[in-house]
């Protein structure tokens, strides 16, 4: 229906609230939406018109397509928070009403990007004569890695203002997932060291007093680059066992080891041979560790601690 699709309109000119950039990932989440609506032949005009009916079959038709729960679940959130904006509050709140259940993924294939792999990209960006952001990106990659940051999050750090050297910590509160700030403490020299390195490319932002990563005046086209130099330099999925966002996976794959000992679940073959390596390393103590660790991970990835199907999806099930 291209450009005469009023569905289309109507998300363009939904008034929603937050930050910019959340705002822009709604639109874009819900684009989705209609994209597979259409896919599916179900021609609804008007936001105040989708129904559980029309949220059903775009469920049924990302799952033939292979799309994880975990995708599935944000095209929905996108898609109600358009129809609360046309007040259509109607849409059933619960996705397992569709049968999407994204708590209960166990994850069993780790995401990670293994350390070597980060290393070569890492090189390979600094050496890349050809592109002129490539410092850049090395330091923003450096910083998923060593701080487990969300691509947005790397490149929207206000280090001015908001690394306390003196203190050791780091407040994140830009490009954050739902807005929601958090502070790292206790940052190791490891960590302060990637800090110092990414100092380099500090601007100012469009807003006053407010600093980024970001070329000046580019704005988030940025992250499409990043994105680009990421592919370019070696860190794809096909090729590094990951992607950007598998750094911040190998982030809480090392807290979980450097505080429990073993390995997570999803570095073992089953969960039997998980509860083998975990009692043969720490005996009785490892349910402990595990959730010791499971709490650390969950609140440093920016959601608050008991939050297992945040650690699932990083670590795999242990239960």
């Known amino acids: 229906m291209g ?16 930050p910019k950039s959340k705002q822009h990932r709604i639109r874009q989440t819900a684009h989705h939406f209609v994209k597979v609506l259409r896919q599916a032949k179900m021609g609804a005009q008007k936001w105040t018109k989708v129904t559980n009916k029309h949220v059903q079959r775009v469920a049924d038709v990302m799952r ?33 009403t569709f049968g999407v259940r994204r708590g209960s993924i166990a994850n069993a294939t780790s995401r990670a990007v293994t350390p070597e792999a980060f290393q070569d990209t890492l090189t390979r960006m600094r050496n890349d004569a050809s592109y002129p952001h490539a410092g850049r990106a090395a330091a923003q990659t450096e ?17 001015p ?16 997932k739902g807005g929601r700030p958090r502070t790292l403490l206790n940052l190791s020299s490891r960590q302060e060291a990637a800090l110092e390195r990414a100092e380099e490319y500090v ?35 096909k090729d590094a066992g990951g992607t950007l966002h598998g750094l911040r996976h190998e982030r809480f794959r090392q807290m979980y080891v450097d505080h ?50 945040v650690s699932n999806a990083y670590l795999g099930s242990s239960r």
């Open 143 to 159: 910083l998923m890695y060593e701080l487990g940051l969300r691509r947005e999050e790397s490149a929207k750090l206000d280090l």
């Open 203 to 237: 601007s100012p932002s469009d807003r006053k007093g407010i600093n980024n990563l970001m070329p000046e005046n580019m704005g988030d086209e940025w992250l499409h680059r990043l994105d680009y130099a990421a592919r370019k330099h070696g860190l794809t999925g």
């Open 260 to 309: 429990t000992g073993f390995e997570p679940p999803n570095q073992h073959e089953s969960i039997q041979a998980f509860h083998e390596s975990a009692q043969a390393t720490a005996g009785d103590d490892w349910p402990r560790l595990d959730d010791e660790a499971r709490d650390k991970i969950e609140v440093t990835a920016g959601h608050s601690s008991g939050r297992r199907d």
């Open 64 to 96: 033939a397509d292979g799309v994880g729960d975990g995708r599935i679940a944000e095209v929905f959130s996108a898609a109600r928070h358009i129809c609360r904006a046309y007040e259509n509050d109607h849409i059933n709140k619960s996705n397992a």
């Open 3 to 18: 450009k005469s699709d009023r569905l289309k309109y109507g998300i363009n000119r939904a008034v929603l609230s937050g």
């Open 161 to 176: 203002n908001d690394w306390n050297s003196e203190e050791h910590s780091l407040l994140v509160q830009y490009g954050t």
